[in-house]
């Protein structure tokens, strides 16, 4: 089967390169960008060598697995094109959770998903997903934005700080093609929702709605330092904001997000 987007998505006009292998579908998606690439189009893969990761990190995908990115032009400042890492997130969980429905019937797992801060998608409580965005400003003040999504579909890394897992393990059995169509058509949803920022509000609500942890303890770490609290919600920006166990409000804006306390197992 190849990857082709849903019916959605074909109709909102997104165009489609789709690569046997490649290094980085962010990094064919920025290089369409530099070469004059306007329109919406996404950039997709079962097979990525050389992925990149948040935080310097690589994020390759083995054969089966869905590496995706979509380009967009759009005439935002990049602190709101930040915020669309929430839509992302909401995309792919809605995308997940409609072709998990679909495999029900042939006995199928029933899975638990939900949205971690700043932008991953869980299963059952382990990471399914990673995502990347990348922006260039571009000559007529416009921004390219690169929205990377990496899926473990069939596989997942070993000895990750966060536990991963795989649709294939959690018992859902899908192609990378399934859920490749199922995410273009949540994407070109929930791109129409966030509106160029001006639906993040709306982005933000559906997305708590899908949090997992809030209003419980978390731990967050940027570098060498860690922040506790209680998970109280995001601000207009997406930032994350926490409750201090000395009653203090904090506003978190990068880190790796734990839940329980950090240095704990189980749930990490
Ligand atoms: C993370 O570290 O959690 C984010 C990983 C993002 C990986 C995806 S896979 C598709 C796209 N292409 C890349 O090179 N990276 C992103």
């Known amino acids: 089967m190849a990857l082709e987007l849903g019916s959605r998505a074909r109709a909102a006009g997104y165009g489609l390169a789709a690569f046997d292998a490649v290094g980085s579908t962010n990094a064919e998606a920025l290089t369409a960008a530099r070469g004059g690439e306007r329109r919406s189009t996404w950039f997709v893969t079962t097979e990525q060598t050389a992925g990149r990761g948040r935080r310097q990190r690589t994020w390759v995908a083995p054969r089966g697995n869905l590496a995706s990115s979509v380009l967009e032009v759009i005439e935002v400042a990049p602190s709101v094109a930040a915020t669309l890492g929430f839509a992302a997130g909401l995309a792919l969980e809605r995308a997940l959770r409609n072709v998990s429905i679909e495999t029900l019937a042939r006995g199928g797992a029933d899975v638990d998903y939900a949205l971690k801060w700043p932008n991953d998608v869980?299963?059952?409580?382990?990471?399914?997903?990673?995502?990347?965005?990348?922006?260039?400003?571009?000559?007529?003040?416009?921004?390219?934005?690169?929205?990377?999504?990496?899926?473990?579909?069939?596989?997942?890394?070993?000895g990750t700080p966060y536990p991963?897992?795989?649709?294939?393990?959690?018992?859902?059995?899908?192609?990378?093609?399934?859920?490749?169509?199922?995410?273009?058509d949540a994407w070109a949803e929930c791109f129409g929702i966030w509106s160029n920022g001006r639906g993040f509000g709306d982005i933000r609500r559906l997305w708590l709605e899908r949090?997992?942890?809030?209003?419980?303890?978390?731990?967050?770490?940027?570098?060498?330092?860690?922040?506790?609290?209680?998970?109280?919600?995001?601000?207009?920006?997406?930032?994350?904001?926490?409750?201090?166990?000395?009653?203090?409000?904090?506003?978190?804006?990068?880190?790796?997000?734990?839940f329980g306390t950090a240095g704990s197992t189980g749930n990490r």
Do not use: H, W
């Not at 770490?221 to 904090?250: H, K, N, W, Y």
């Open 211 to 258: 949090a997992a942890g809030l209003g419980e303890q978390v731990s967050i770490q940027s570098g060498s330092s860690t922040v506790v609290g209680t998970f109280d919600g995001l601000d207009e920006t997406g930032c994350m904001m926490i409750v201090t166990p000395s009653g203090a409000r904090e506003t978190i804006a990068a880190g790796d997000v734990y």
């Open 164 to 184: 991963a897992t795989s649709l294939r393990a959690l018992g859902i059995e899908v192609g990378a093609e399934d859920v490749f169509a199922a995410l273009s």
């Open 122 to 158: 869980l299963g059952n409580k382990q990471k399914l997903s990673g995502i990347l965005l990348e922006a260039e400003a571009l000559a007529d003040n416009r921004l390219a934005v690169v929205v990377g999504i990496g899926t473990n579909v069939i596989a997942a890394p070993e």
